[in-house]
């Protein structure tokens, strides 16, 4: 595996499964009564966030922590950032203090490759502007894999604003390594004018996508996509692709519905969707600090294979 | 390279021995005071200094459109001095200084100022564009007029790095140098289509995630103006001309007969925007790099004259507004040290142009429309074509012209170094690439500003 994670078409199909497999592996560690592993005692983990990302920033913290790593969480507000420090210098900053790795969010595509190039430590995508976030992908995918058994032969729709969704990005490229069936369906105003080069489907018409998807992904509406004529209004963007009710009803088996948050309940996602079995949206908020403990581990860790070596490691030390 | 003589120094006696004069037959060139003497297969040395050119081609002084050289207000990025500095060192006689200086080249005062600090560096002569409007606001008419009577003798006006958007200020425009022979040269970018755009809209964009800047923005300012152009009767120069569609476009419009010309960058003749993958700002430019049918269709334009010349627009930066995330990145690229070169690569080498087409497109149809040479595209004789001779720019070769000249190696290949840049900043496309030729000698009026490569004075 890479030293960073910048893209998820960066991952192997190896690499995914391994992180996904160790991710099931850590998952474990939860129901512990001490969470915790050793692995990266004494290593730096700077959580680095120029975007507001509560719930981003503290599920990489509680990772990092639950590897034992030391946390250090620097937000763009209040800081050197917010009087005009620019990102070079700031990563220069974050290398003198000896960052091992360095989470990053940022509301420019590409930072994190910036900051790659200014860095030792590894640098872990933790969002980039309209870009990617992998990690997101990699928990959507350990979702998947935990509700259906595969993500092979899967076929998932991705729905809303796809132009601007690092969300959809990760998906599209990493669930094309794992083998899925991708249906991106959106008003053609919110899809990449070359969507054509993507390895997917496009369509833009939820309702006929829907019977065919084991897998429904709804993704966020940003209020000013409404202010700038993507759409005529949000009660005819929920209309024509908002999933409902009814909607859910025509969903076949055990399909599932997934958002990577937060959520505008009743504009793309009904509330009684988000509150459905269907729904694993809670749970990929929890699924997401197992997966990002594992991109931590095999980043940081050194370890090429964990399995079995992981296991005993956490029955030895921490739940004796 | 063998000299008698010190080398450097005032327009004096030279001959040049065994040049190819636009890659013709070898030949030596008598230079005497600021003119060309004789061209012919042998000539005496005499009193002058003899500089062996055997190998070299000779081109007249390669004149450039396009050049952004930052003062007043920017020195930190470059100056007039450092620019033609880079300019000479690129083979260029001649070079035409954009108006989106602070302050803006709006008045007779600033294009004076501008037109006096290149008279005092001496590298090569400085032709100040003026700007359109009033501090490139695009709502007032700045007074062109007074900067076409000025000491500057403007000719060429642009509000580049902005669109002249407003149809109707356009048209004015246009209608308003056609008293005095000026040109507008128009930054063909449709506003609306292109908020916060950062790359070529295609499939790079969609998979970088940076906003799209699609060719309908540039080609759909470039129709409207095309037709302005024919309706006003005036001429039309269209900047930096990026896409396919563009150049269709302006195909169309000279087949009608219309008074447009264009020109396009060396970045646009070479490189893609799949250099944006790795987010490096260094490859940020307006328009933005666009794809390898878009480079075909320029190339190809460029070889049979729909675009007239090469304009480098030499956008130089300090490293802090390079060395930042891709969308709060400048835009622009040098280039005025690297456009011979890479012309040689993206036209000569592939068989598109010879040296006689390089000599047409980098100096004299950008010197005639510049109104540099006692021509005009159009024919001779139009009003802002009066020029003395002596300061006529874009050859030719010949006995009794100016004696502005160039002299390339086209044998050596070697990586682009930025550090041996005479420009202040060091934001080349090329840093690394290996690219071929190298010039050698550069003659202003007579006066060697470069030679065995480097800065004369």
Known sequence: MRRHLISAADLSRDDAIAILDTAAELALLAQRSIPKLPTLRGRTVVNLFYEDSTRTRISFEAAAKRLSADVIN??????????????????????????????????????????????????????????????????????????????????VAIVGDILHSRVARSNVWLLRTLGAEVTVVGPPTLLPIAIGSWPCAVSYDLDAVLAESDVVMMLRVQHERMTDAYFPSVREYSRRYGLSSDRLARLPGPAIVMHPGPMNRGVEIAAEVADSPRSTIVEQVSNGVAVRMAVLYRLLGGAAEPGPELVAAASDRVAP | ???????????????????????????????????????????????????????????????????????????????????????????????????????????????????????????????????????????????????????????????????????????????????????????????????GAQVNEGEVSARLGLTGWPAVAEESIIARDCLLAAHVGSALHVCHVSTAGSVEIIRWAKAKGWPVTAEVTPHHLLLTDELAAGYDPVFKVNPPLRTAADIAALRAGLADGTIDCVATDHAPHPAELKETEWSAAAFGMTGLETALRVVHESMVRTGLLDWRGVADRMSARPAAIGRLNGTAPGGAGLPGADLARAEWQGGPLAAGFPANLVLYDPAPIAPVDPAEH???????????????????????????TVLDGKLAS
């Open chain 1, 74 to 155: 620097f937000s763009a507000k209040g800081s050197s950032v917010a009087k005009g420090e620019s990102l070079k210098d700031t990563a220069l900053t974050l290398e003198a203090m000896g960052a091992d790795a360095v989470v990053i969010r940022h509301s420019a595509s590409g930072a994190p490759h910036r900051l790659a190039g200014w860095v030792r430590g590894s640098v872990i995508n933790a969002g980039d502007g309209t870009h990617e976030h992998p990690t997101q992908a990699l928990l959507d995918a350990f979702t998947m894999r935990h509700r259906l058994g595969r993500i092979e032969g899967l076929r």
């Open chain 2, 1 to 195: 390279m063998t000299e008698t003589g010190d080398g450097a120094g005032p327009a004096g006696r030279w001959l040049i021995k065994g040049a190819k004069p636009l890659g013709g037959e070898a030949s030596d060139i008598l230079l005497d005071g600021q003119l060309i003497m004789q061209v012919r297969s042998h000539a005496e040395a005499g009193q002058a200094q003899v500089l062996d050119a055997d190998g070299l081609i000779a081109l007249p002084g390669l004149v450039d459109l396009h050049a952004h050289l930052r003062e007043p207000g920017r020195e930190d990025a470059e100056t007039i001095a450092s620019g033609t500095a880079a300019a000479a060192l690129g083979g260029y006689t001649a070079v035409h200084a954009m108006a989106n200086t602070e302050p803006v080249a709006d008045t007779a005062g600033v294009v004076e100022q501008v037109f006096r600090l290149g008279r005092q560096a001496g590298h090569c002569d400085v032709r100040p564009v003026g700007a359109v409007t009033v501090g490139l606001g695009g709502t007032q008419l700045a007074e062109l007029g007074a900067m076409a009577d000025s000491a500057a003798r403007v000719r060429v006006f642009s509000d580049d790095g902005r669109c002249v958007a407003d149809a109707t200020l356009m048209r004015r425009a246009l209608e308003y140098v056609k008293a005095f022979g000026g040109v507008i040269a128009q930054h063909a970018q449709e506003p609306r289509l292109t908020e």
């Open chain 2, 422 to 448: 005479a420009s202040r900043s060091r934001n080349t496309p090329f840093a690394d690439m290996p690219l071929p030729g190298r010039v050698v000698a550069t003659f202003l009026r007579g006066r060697p």
